[in-house]
């Protein structure tokens, strides 16, 4: 996995093995939290058409859904990308910003 893009406290993008990743910052209240899931084939698209700009629409999407709540009924709750996923995105993370000091 590795980072493709991030707007700063909003979102990452990652890529691995041709799929994209979308981890959003969430924020409400004193509790914030990331939620990372994988685009569907018409969100990739989307991206493709619209850029950065749809991925930041997307990552306010997720958070305003607040998808960790019992009570969501987000749509994106089940959405939520796997333990492994998540493991190798901070994975990758870790690696990016260790390029980037």
């Known amino acids: 996995m590795q980072v493709l893009d991030h707007e700063p406290q909003n979102w990452f ?6 799929e994209l990743y979308l981890d959003a910052n969430c924020n409400h209240g004193a509790f914030g939290y990331s939620f990372m899931i994988r685009l569907t084939t018409a969100e990739v698209q989307r991206y493709r058409d619209d850029g950065r700009g749809y991925l930041s629409w997307l990552a306010d999407d997720i958070h305003n859904s607040a998808p960790i ?8 709750q089940t959405r939520k990308a796997s333990q492994d996923e998540e493991s190798q995105a901070s994975a990758a993370l870790a690696a990016w910003q260790a390029e980037r000091d």
């Open 13 to 18: 993008l990652f890529e691995a093995d041709g």
């Open 69 to 76: 709540l019992s009570d969501s009924s987000s749509p994106y």
